[in-house]
């Protein structure tokens, strides 16, 4: 299989900081081939400041390992079945995958400008 050449992401407005300038560098994605389409959410108010407080998690925890974001993943795991689709992906993403740490994760990935896609 490939990965693709651009990616696009819809999800709320609010979001779009995050998506845009944190989750897309965390994963060294070019910001040249991303797109964020923002739609609008139904309580902006109350999600924007839910936001605020998600935004500084991960700035502070970019992969989402430790304290509430932990909590989070963990909550939406149920079953405890860890990251979906890991043994499907390439070996060369698979560490990126359960990378836990506040620099950058560095090693080459299948979409870095000089592989190639």
């Known amino acids: 299989?490939?990965?693709?050449?651009?990616v696009t992401v819809v999800g709320y407005?609010?979001?779009r900081q995050r998506f845009e300038d944190h989750h897309r560098a965390a994963i060294n994605?070019?910001?040249?081939?991303?797109?964020?389409?923002?739609?609008r959410a139904p309580d902006f108010a109350s999600a924007a400041r839910g936001e605020r407080?998600?935004?500084?998690?991960?700035?502070?925890?970019?992969?989402g390992c430790e304290?509430?974001?932990r909590t989070k993943?963990?909550?939406?795991?149920?079953f405890a079945n860890g990251v979906p689709y890991y043994h499907h992906m390439p070996a060369s993403v698979r560490p990126l995958l359960v990378y836990c740490g506040?620099?950058?994760y560095l090693q080459q990935l299948p979409w870095d400008s000089h592989v190639g896609i």
């Open 1 to 6: 299989g490939h990965f693709p050449a651009n």
């Open 73 to 78: 993943r963990v909550g939406r795991d149920p």
């Open 29 to 39: 994605f070019p910001a040249e081939r991303f797109a964020y389409i923002g739609t």
């Open 67 to 69: 304290g509430l974001l």
């Open 102 to 104: 506040s620099a950058p």
């Open 53 to 63: 407080l998600t935004l500084a998690a991960y700035q502070r925890d970019p992969y």
């Open 13 to 15: 407005e609010f979001k």
